[in-house]
Each structure stands twice: as structure tokens, then as C-alpha cells.
């Protein structure tokens, strides 16, 4: 064997690993750069990790960067009030009068829908009613919306703020406990403006009034929903005066409660 | 048939009220002090032997060392005073007779408990520098380990309706 046919094949069996770990690597940089190459193969392996870096990132956002933000905002609208008012102004403004425009349509809904009902009972004797006191069948039926009702009475012992009587159409979490905060309410207010014999008489919130009626050991709390005006106020004292001289003169009876809910059960006080 | 009564709790700031009144309704006690503004109301039906419920009704002031500064009308129509006082701080009972005095005064027809609360805190009940002012108090108790709050309120409730 020629001395070059040698040298080969000791070549051949000495570099034989490092050739194939070479074809090997050559192989793989060619996928590599085909995968580079081509856009859309790129994006199919890269864009699974950029997602969840990012879902990662915006559920971070709240915790890392929520006090910055609200921070810097709290200063922006501190420092440009005036701007914030400008902005949110037609906002508000625009609200507001969809708000009042959409009242409107269900009210004069309600009065049509009144007005339509033509033949029965109720609308003749309206008419009769307007006719008779001059005031326009429609007042009458806004009278009639926005008519008050008697959701609650409470009939409360005045000094220990404890409960004798109560008459509820729904469900109250607890008459007691109501009782005894309306008690403590009332004698702070009393208590605070010390006006000498002055008493509170009327708790406002929202569309509700509660109307509070002294007598000498025990009060009554009525919550009412409506319009609250003088003449319905004027009836709901003689009313209450009425009940408290039937049942209450002798100390509260038994069954107290009972008669409340017959007496003030009905919606035309 | 249920009847109510009217339980006031008084006595000096953070001597523990609103904590004896959580454990008794609620079986809770924690130990973050919010304190109580005003007047706090809760309620609890105790059943009582004869098949009628008592209603509870727990009026709980907001800390004061004078009574006299309480809203007279909170105090108005009570079945029961609970006088409240912390037997770790000596300045919550400095004034404990003066004041048992003042109630007894000005309702004198109203059941009257004195309550040495936080018990827990103290090693030794025997201890000489406890032994007169626990002579003169109904109740030691702890709000934190719930010690005589039941009792302390199943006996007002017995004695109220005897």
C-alpha cells in the first residue's frame, strides 16, 4: 500500500468522530438559517414567548405600575382642576339631561296610558274631579304617579328606644335594632342642638322621608316613598293621632301590631 | 312571645366593651382597637326557661372616664348597666366607685353589673393590688377567651325576667 493510501486511512480513523459531529453541525445551522430565512416559520417559534412575556407584563401592570399611575393622575387632576371640570362638564351635563329626558318619556308613558284607559271607572271620576275643581286632568293623573305610600311604621318606646308596634310591607333586616338607632339618632340631634323642647321630626334620604311623631312616652317613625309635602304630612298626623287615641290611651295592647297593619293598610290615607 | 330589654355597656375607653359584646353575639374577638364613636346597637334572643325569648337589645357607648358626659337619653329606659373596666390598667377603675355611685343615684330601680375585663392579662387574681377593687366588681371576664361572657349575660337576662 502506497504511503498516501496510509496516511488516509489513518486520517479517515482518527477524524472520523470530529467529521460527523461537523456534518451534524453544519446540518443544524442550515435549518437554522432556513428558519431565519423564512419569516412565517420564525414567528411560529417566536410568538408563543413574546405572548406570554406579554399576558405576563399586563397582568403585572395593576401591581407594578397602578400606584405610579394613579399617583401621577391624582397630580395631573390636583394641578388642572379646572381643565378636569371643563372636560367632564358636557360629560355630566349630557347625562343628566338623557337621564331627565328618559323620566320624562315614562311619565308622560304613564299619562297616556292613563288618559287611554277612557272608559273606565276611575278616569270618569277624574274628569268629574277635574271638572269640579278646575285642576287639569293631567295633574291630577302626575298627582296620582307620584302619590305617597306608608312602606314602614315603627311605634318605639322614647326613653329605652325599644319596639312596641311595627308595620312593614317588606322585609326589614331588624326591627329592634332599627328601633333602638333610630332612638339614639334622635336624642344625639336633640341632644346636640340642645333647642330645649324641640325634637326631631324628619329624616330625609333619597326619595324617602321619615317622619317622626312624638307622644309623651312613646313616638312614631313612619318611613314614607313619595312626595312629602305639607297637606300629605298634615293628614298622616291625624291619622296617627286618630290611631294613637283608639289603641294607645291605655298603654299598648297585645296585639298592638295587628291593628297598626289594619289601620294604615291601605293606600288612600 | 318575645320581650326586650335594654342592656347599656359603659366604663372607660378600650377597657374592652365592644369586645365583650362581639363574643357574646357574634362568638368573635379580635384584637385591632377600633374605637366606638357615638353609640353602637346589637341585638341578641336569649331563650329563657318558660318558653319565652328575651331580646337583648346592647347599646354599646363609646368610652368615656365621666359618666356624666354620656347623653342622658342614651341612658333613659335601661333594664341593665354594665360597668366595664381593664384590670391591666388601674386608671379605668380609679373612678369605678364614684361612678357605680352616680348610676345607682340616677336609676336607682336599674340592675347594676360591674365587669373587671382582660383578665387573661394579669397572672394573679389573688394578687394584693387587685384584691379591693375585685371585692367590689360582680364579673372578671376576657373577651379574648370568651371567660364568663355567657354568664355574665345569662344571669341579667335571668334577673330581668324574674
Redesign the interface.
Known amino acids: 500500500m502506497p504511503e498516501s493510501n496510509k496516511l488516509r486511512q489513518l486520517k479517515e480513523l482518527l477524524l472520523h468522530e470530529d467529521r460527523d459531529e461537523i456534518a451534524l453541525l453544519q446540518a443544524k445551522i442550515k435549518t437554522l438559517e432556513s428558519i431565519l430565512e423564512k419569516q412565517e416559520q420564525l414567528a411560529s417559534r417566536i410568538d408563543p414567548i413574546i405572548d406570554k412575556k406579554l399576558a405576563q407584563y399586563t397582568k403585572d401592570i395593576p401591581e407594578k405600575l397602578g400606584p405610579t399611575i394613579t399617583e401621577s393622575l391624582k397630580n395631573e387632576i390636583a394641578n388642572s382642576k379646572d381643565a378636569v371640570v371643563d372636560a367632564l362638564f358636557p360629560i355630566i351635563g349630557k347625562m343628566i339631561k338623557k337621564y331627565i329626558q328618559q323620566e320624562f318619556k315614562i311619565l308622560s308613558d304613564k299619562i297616556n296610558a292613563q288618559l287611554q284607559k277612557s272608559f273606565s271607572l276611575k278616569n270618569w271620576t277624574r274628569k268629574f274631579k277635574s271638572k269640579v275643581s278646575g285642576i287639569d286632568e293631567e295633574n291630577l293623573i302626575i298627582q296620582e304617579l307620584a302619590k305617597t305610600e306608608i312602606h314602614e311604621i315603627f311605634i318605639i ?7 312596641i308596634a311595627n308595620f312593614s310591607k317588606a322585609k326589614t333586616i ?1 326591627k ?2 332599627i328601633s ?2 333610630l ?2 339618632i ?3 340631634v ?2 346636640a342642638f340642645k333647642t330645649g323642647n324641640d325634637s326631631l321630626e324628619l329624616i330625609e334620604y333619597g326619595l324617602y322621608n321619615i317622619h317622626i311623631q312624638n307622644f309623651n312616652s312613646y313616638y312614631f317613625a313612619v318611613v314614607a316613598h313619595g312626595v312629602f309635602d305639607s297637606a300629605y304630612k298634615g293628614k298622616l298626623e291625624y291619622e296617627l293621632l286618630n290611631f294613637a287615641e283608639k289603641h294607645l290611651a291605655k298603654g299598648p295592647k297585645k296585639n298592638i301590631s295587628i291593628k297598626l297593619a289594619e289601620f294604615f293598610n291601605n293606600d288612600d290615607l | 312571645m318575645t320581650t326586650s330589654k335594654k342592656i347599656v355597656l359603659l366604663g372607660h375607653f378600650g377597657v374592652g366593651k365592644t369586645s365583650i359584646i362581639r363574643k357574646f353575639v357574634t362568638n368573635e374577638f379580635s384584637s385591632d382597637y377600633k374605637v366606638t364613636i357615638g353609640v353602637h346597637i346589637l341585638k341578641k334572643e336569649m331563650p329563657v326557661t318558660n318558653g319565652e325569648d328575651v331580646s337583648l337589645i346592647i347599646w354599646d357607648l363609646e368610652g368615656t372616664d365621666n359618666i356624666d358626659l354620656i347623653n342622658k337619653a342614651y341612658l333613659l329606659g335601661t333594664h341593665c348597666f354594665i360597668y366595664v373596666y381593664d384590670i391591666s390598667r388601674p386608671l379605668t377603675f380609679s373612678n369605678l366607685e364614684e361612678n357605680v355611685l352616680k348610676l345607682k343615684e340616677k336609676f336607682p330601680k336599674t340592675l347594676l353589673k360591674t365587669v373587671a375585663n382582660k383578665i387573661d392579662l394579669i397572672d394573679d387574681v389573688n394578687d394584693e393590688k387587685y384584691k379591693d377593687t375585685l371585692q367590689k366588681t360582680d364579673y372578671t371576664s376576657s373577651a379574648k377567651t370568651g371567660e364568663n361572657i355567657a354568664d355574665l349575660f345569662d344571669s341579667i337576662t335571668k334577673a330581668l325576667v324574674i
Do not use: H, P, R, Y
Request: proline share 0%; no cysteine.
Open positions: 318606646e322614647k326613653n329605652s328606644g325599644i319596639l331588624d329592634d335594632v333602638a338607632m332612638t339614639a334622635k336624642s344625639f336633640e341632644d
